[in-house]
């Protein structure tokens, strides 16, 4: 079964914290994106990534940063965490052209 | 620059009610469009997609979306809601099925 998993199901951190969300695929495919989920807002694109080493922003890149060392690997990196980043962080991948395969999503509490 | 709006946040139907879930697209170029579902606790699925072949689409557990391009929607459907159908819908269209845009998201409640 094609699995997309997300390091932690939730997460607590303090404000200006350094911190990474991982997302790992198991199924080869060269596509992988970030996106936060937020009630009344819907689905935003962060960041994506057609390719390892790299990357493309989204419709809201501010703050965050990714790294895709490995193609399996995808890392969402908030630099230095505010207030407003306390979300549902949700990670997908998929091949070229073909649909989206999602975590169960991290939700991230910024103290 | 391409949107979607889901019209109502929140929609309730009964158990066996007809399902509608409304979508309306913006997009310069012919587009993509999808409806995935979110069950509680878990990462979103899809339901189905149109890619500019029949413009009714059939997806998965009985739900079907129709393309309108005159009315510039693209609604979901079920004839009979089941209490598993409970969950958030949401709406996306791309301009090449990889970068989605996502709509806000649309919350069904079946009732028994």
């Known amino acids: 079964d094609v699995k997309v998993t997300q390091s932690s199901r939730y997460l607590v951190k303090r404000t200006g914290e350094k911190v990474f969300l991982e997302c790992v695929q198991d199924m080869d495919h060269e596509n992988m994106f970030w996106y936060r989920q937020d009630p009344g807002l819907g689905l935003r694109l962060i960041y994506f990534s057609y390719d390892v080493k790299m990357k493309e922003k989204g419709d809201i890149p501010e703050g965050y940063s990714v790294s895709r060392e490995k193609k399996e690997r995808f890392s969402l990196i908030l630099e230095s965490a505010s207030t407003n980043q306390t979300s549902m962080y949700l990670c997908?991948?998929?091949?070229?052209?073909?649909?989206?395969?999602f975590g169960s999503g991290t939700q991230l509490s910024v103290l | 620059a391409q949107s979607v709006t889901q019209l109502g946040s929140h929609v309730s139907v009964s158990e066996g009610a007809l399902v509608l879930l409304r979508c309306n697209y913006s997009s310069s170029v012919p587009p993509y469009l999808f409806w995935y579902v979110q069950y509680p606790n878990q990462g979103l699925q899809l339901l189905l997609k149109?890619?500019?072949?029949?413009?009714l689409v059939k997806g998965i557990n009985g739900f079907e979306a129709e393309f309108k391009k005159s009315e510039t929607s693209f609604h979901l459907t079920k004839p009979s809601a089941h209490m598993s159908d409970a969950a958030e819908y949401f709406c996306?269209?791309?301009?090449?099925?990889?970068?989605?845009?996502f709509g806000t998201g649309t919350r069904l409640q079946v009732f028994p």
């Open positions: 149109y890619t500019s072949a029949a413009t």
């Open positions: 996306a269209v791309s301009v090449n099925t990889d970068k989605l845009i």
């Open positions: 997908a991948s998929s091949r070229a052209n073909e649909k989206l395969f």
